[in-house]
Each structure stands twice: as C-alpha cells, then as structure tokens.
C-alpha cells in the first residue's frame, strides 16, 4: 500500500506539470493566437473536404469509383510535391504574404468549386473539378509550412514545446469539427456534398479576416531571458542540392527509408478513414450512415489521448511505442474483417459496432506511435540535419495518401462495389449481403484482412529489424521499459 501511493503522486505530479506548461503561452503574443485560429478553421474545411472529397465526386459529379480515386491521388501527389517547396516560398515571401496569397488564392477557388457543384449543366465538371483541386494542392501545402513556420516564429524557447502541442490540439479539435459539419450538411441539412466547399468559403473569408487584424509582425519572439542570436550562431545556407547530396550519404538516411517502408501499410490507414470508409460505409451502413459522426471519433479521440498520454509517455522506449503503437493501429482493421453477422444478425448495427471498435483501436496506436516517429526521426538525424530528416519523415504520409488514392477505386470496385451482380442483376451490396450471396472473398471483409495483415506485417519486420533500426540512435533521457 505505501509502495503505492508515491506512484499514483508521480502520475498526479506529471499531469499538473504538463498543464503548467501550457501557462508558458502567456509570454506568446496576438499573432500566435491568430495563427492557431486561422489553423482550426483551415482544418475544420480540409477534414470535412477530405471525408466527402470521393463521393462529392462520384455523388454529386458523376465521376465512378476508379476515377475519383485516381483524382484525389492526383491531387495528394501535388501537395506531397509542393511540400518540397513551400517552405522556401514561405521564407522568401513572409508569413503574412504568404498567408494573404495561400488564403486568398483558397477563397477563389472554393469559390469556383461551388459554382462547378451548382451547375449540372456544366459540360466536363469533373474535368474541371480536378483541374481546381490540383490548383488548391500548392496552396495547401503553403498553408500548412506557414502554420509550422508561424508556430516557431511567434513562440519563445521556453514556450516553443508547449505552443506546437497546442497546435496539434487545434488541428485535431478542427478534424473534429470537420467530421461534424459532413453529417451537419447531409443529414441534418440534407444538401449536396457541394456545400462543403461553401464551409470553405466561410472559413476562408474568416482566415482572411484573422490574418490581417492578428498576424501584424513576423519578429522571431523572444523570452524576456532569451538573448539575441549571436552573430557566430549564424552559419553560411547551403543549397538544396548540397543539403540533398549529404543526406542521401548518410547511413541513417537509409535506415530511415527502410522504416517508413515497413510502416507504410500503417501510415495507410488513416488515408482509409477518407479514401476507402466515406464510401464503404454508405454501402453497407445506408445513406444515413453517420460517416461525420464515426470519422469524429479519431481526432476527439487524439486531444483526449494527448492530454491523458503525453505526461507518462517518456516512461516508455521510443521505438517500442513506436513501433507496438503502429501494431496497435495495424490491428484496427481486423474488426472489419470478420463476417458481418456479429451483432444479432442486422447489418446496420454490426457495421456500426465494427466502424466504432475500428476507430477507437486505430486513435490508441496513433497516439502511441505517431508523435514517436518524429523522435525517432530526430534522433537518428545527424547533426545538423535534423530539419531535413524530419520533412523526410512526412514522406509515410503522403506516399501512403497518394498510393492508395491511386488503388482506392480499385479496391471499392473488387470488394465494396455500389452495386453487386447476383445471377446476372445488379443488386445493392448491402442487399446481396443481407441475403448471404456475397461470398467472403468478395466482400469488404476481405479488403479489410487484405489491408490489416499488410500493415502487420510490416510492424513485425521493423521488431525483427530493431537492432539494426536503432544503431547509433540516442534518445534523450530515454528510461528503460517498465
């Protein structure tokens, strides 16, 4: 009993300490709070757009299951691409430029997006629909270095921790509230998925509005202790060509890659949740599925997870939370594999038992192994070169949103069809499923146990690899395991 209760004070201990770091905020100034601002309503538009983008395409444009995926993976490849060059943009220009362009460029061509959505006679919308969204990707991708580069320059050193995790709070409090508003506008509403765009209007106008009464400087804040950067401390750039030659060099540059390899079919996952779960849960839930509502529950699940895990989770092995933590998320997609028949035979409510487990497995490993991956990443860097590893370990991400936006459409036309032909008709899947004549290796199911022993499988050749993955790594202040 007395062994006990200095455990439970340690864990009481962290938890107040971790909020005491957030009151280090005080020393930012208006332009932080701006930013943080302008990055939860930006995330509400880009969740909401991301979880309808293929069935506002298919839906509302005409365009089929193959097409819409090969669009939205087009459109991911442009912002993965742009990535590269966004920041540099972003320092040549500066925050408040940048952000009047990214932002205004934005308005005008969510502007168009409605017009194209409102206008059936228009010839060749999806066509143009691509040619908009592939427009958006650059200044996507600008938006989301200025919410970086703002987060470091608006911060001091002692509040630069506590300011990025409020970041990512704000941007999963902003998913959360794009889930909301895709059940808002087709349930509630009852309107086209058009309309997200419209939401994107607004909250463009509101960024806009923001940016320019908030964000009025771009002075690197420092504390009242901080002292001006020395002169010396102030070394020669380097050219991308020479920075890219260097990495590629490295040892570590390679290990690197051989992880966000392994890791890929885990980093894929998430790209399910808009790619691949908006549709499939249509067809076999209904038209009435709460696809908003079941895609909340991942970012409410991260702020809760962040609060409650982040204060313990140094007590833990890097690369044990990371790579167990990705096991955790592999195995999310098992639930979905089973028969449908698991919750008295009625397919709506197994569906939903089965979507809601999914959720919630796959938000504990994201908080486990996501924000580990960047220690990792860090740590592995040499030094100097901690900036460029990290923007490679963004790679996973966008590899993974751009492959499966390529096979997306494929994989919901062989397993999660919109209809299913049963002795030469074509009947609605979840009618040819309610009346058992989709056979297992033709249903969902197998999509789903298809993905999952993929993504595991790459977790357990990383625990194989560990040794070699972790050579001349040295975290900081790492404990042992409990």
């Not at 409510?349 to 991956?373: D, F, N, Q």
């Not at 036309?413 to 002795?423: G, L």
Request: net charge positive.
């Amino acid at each position: 009993m007395s062994e006990a209760t200095p455990a439970r004070k340690t864990a009481r201990e962290m938890i107040i300490g971790y909020f005491k770091d957030f009151g280090v905020l005080r020393e930012t100034g208006l332009e932080y709070w701006g930013i943080q601002i302008i990055n939860f309503l930006d995330c509400t538009f880009y969740f909401a757009m991301l979880t309808i983008a293929t069935l506002f395409l298919s839906t509302d444009l005409g365009v089929n299951d193959v097409h819409a995926g090969y669009i939205v993976g087009l459109f991911t490849s442009v912002v993965t691409i742009m990535l590269t060059f966004s920041g540099v943009m972003t320092d040549w220009l500066g925050i408040r430029k940048s952000l009047r362009i990214s932002m205004g460029s934005m308005l005008v061509l969510r502007v168009a997006m409605v017009f194209v959505g409102l206008t059936p006679s228009l010839p060749h919308r999806g066509w143009i629909a691509t040619g908009l969204l592939v427009l958006m990707a650059p200044f996507m991708a600008g938006l989301q270095t200025i919410f970086q580069a703002s987060t470091q320059r608006y911060t001091t050193k002692k509040s630069r921790s506590a300011g990025f995790n409020l970041w990512y709070l704000f941007m999963n409090i902003g998913a959360a509230a794009g889930g909301a508003a895709v059940d808002i506008v087709r349930l509630e509403l009852k309107i086209g998925n058009v309309h997200i765009f419209t939401l994107g209007v607004i909250t463009a106008v509101l960024c806009l509005i923001c940016g320019e009464f908030m964000v009025r400087q771009e002075q690197q804040l420092r504390g009242s202790d901080e002292a001006p950067e020395p002169a010396a401390e102030k070394k020669e750039k380097k050219s991308p060509w020479q920075i890219f030659r260097e990495v590629v060099t490295e040892r570590a540059f390679f290990r690197l890659l051989v992880l966000i390899a392994l890791i890929l079919g885990v980093r894929a996952v998430y790209t399910y949740l808009y790619l691949l779960m908006p549709k499939y849960w249509e067809r076999t839930i209904g038209p009435t599925a709460a696809i908003g509502v079941l895609n909340m529950i991942n970012p409410i699940g991260i702020v809760i997870g962040l609060i409650v895990f982040i204060p313990f989770a140094n007590k833990f092995k890097v690369f044990d939370l990371l790579v167990y933590g990705a096991m955790v998320s592999a195995f999310s997609l098992f639930p979905m594999a089973l028969p449908w028949q698991v919750y008295g035979g009625d397919i709506v409510r197994s569906h939903y038992l089965m979507a809601i487990l999914c959720m919630i497995i796959v938000t504990v490993g994201e908080v486990l192994w996501s924000p580990k991956l960047y220690e990792y990443t860090a740590a592995i860097a040499p030094k100097g070169q901690e900036g460029t590893y990290l923007g490679l370990s963004m790679i996973p991400w966008f590899l993974a949103k751009t492959l499966v936006s390529a096979f997306s459409g494929h994989m919901l036309t062989r397993w999660s069809p919109e209809k299913f032909v049963v002795d030469g008709v074509a009947v609605p899947l979840q009618q040819a499923m309610v009346q058992n004549q989709v056979p297992y290796w033709q249903s969902p199911a197998a999509m789903w146990l298809i993905l999952g022993a993929y993504a595991m499988a790459g977790c357990i050749g990383a625990v194989l690899l560990r040794n070699w993955l972790t050579r001349d790594v040295h975290f900081k202040a790492e404990p042992a395991s409990p």
